[in-house]
């Protein structure tokens, strides 16, 4: 079976004001189908950029990055949008939810991308939210909605599109402890039952104490895997 993300020997370097700044110093992990990592370091380990990368948002200065067994360096830009909106779902610590949309249209959003009819999105947006526990919140815009079901909504966008890879990055940050421990909840009964690949990123090592594997980052290199 290929493995759902591959980074061998990854470098991520910026300029600034004429200054190279490296992010990440040769990060080199797998994550399986059906697999459940935790990504922790403090500000600055290079934890968000790595999770920028294993989304197919940036692309590595040096070394290799397979998403869905395919090597991000030969894609061009469409390409790269249609992996990252075949292979990765995304869940966010502010949601990134449209104000003036209801919670099934934001659901459905990632399916117009694929050219899906309206019928067939709502479908299965209405399929996912019922799946999350929100069948009675379709129509609720998001400031109708609490901030946990706020991030329920953007756990079941992050899925519509049946991802391999589902990466969360704080998905509890803005949540009550109550709210924080139902998504993680729900967030893991989903890697079980339906064998998606979680990687979360997190600075909360209660939270990183969940996975079935914890990756330490420090000053843009793994310091431990285990």
């Known amino acids: 079976m290929t493995a759902a993300l591959v980074a061998q020997d990854v470098t991520r370097e910026y300029a600034l004001d004429g200054v190279t700044v490296p992010a990440l110093r040769g990060v080199t992990f797998t994550v399986d189908a059906g ?10 380990s290079g934890k968000s950029t790595l999770m920028h990368l294993l989304g197919g948002l940036d692309r590595p200065t040096a070394g ?19 992996l990252r909106n075949e292979t990765i779902g995304f869940v966010f610590q502010s949601f990134h939810l449209l104000a003036r949309t209801t ?13 899906m ?10 399929a996912m939210l019922e799946r999350v526990g929100l069948g009675h919140r379709l129509d609720h815009r998001p400031n109708q909605l609490s901030g ?6 953007a756990i079941a966008r992050a899925l519509v599109t049946d991802p391999q890879v589902l990466l969360a990055d704080e998905p509890t ?3 009550d402890t109550h709210n924080g421990q139902a998504v993680l909840g729900l967030l893991e009964t989903l890697n079980r039952e339906q064998g998606v690949a979680l990687v979360v990123v997190t600075h909360d090592h209660e939270v990183a104490d969940r996975a079935h ?9 793994i310091v431990s895997s285990a």
């Open 35 to 44: 697999d459940y990592v935790a990504i922790i370091g403090p500000s600055g």
């Open 64 to 82: 290799s990055l397979r998403i869905g067994g395919r090597d991000v360096a030969g894609l061009d830009p469409q390409a790269l949008a249609k």
């Open 103 to 115: 919670a099934v249209d934001n659901v459905a959003l990632p399916l117009v991308y694929r050219g």
């Open 117 to 126: 009819r309206a019928g067939e999105r709502r479908r299965r947006a209405v």
């Open 148 to 153: 946990g079901e706020q991030q329920r909504v």
């Open 173 to 175: 940050g803005n949540l």
């Open 213 to 221: 594997r914890k990756i330490v980052m420090r000053d843009g290199v």
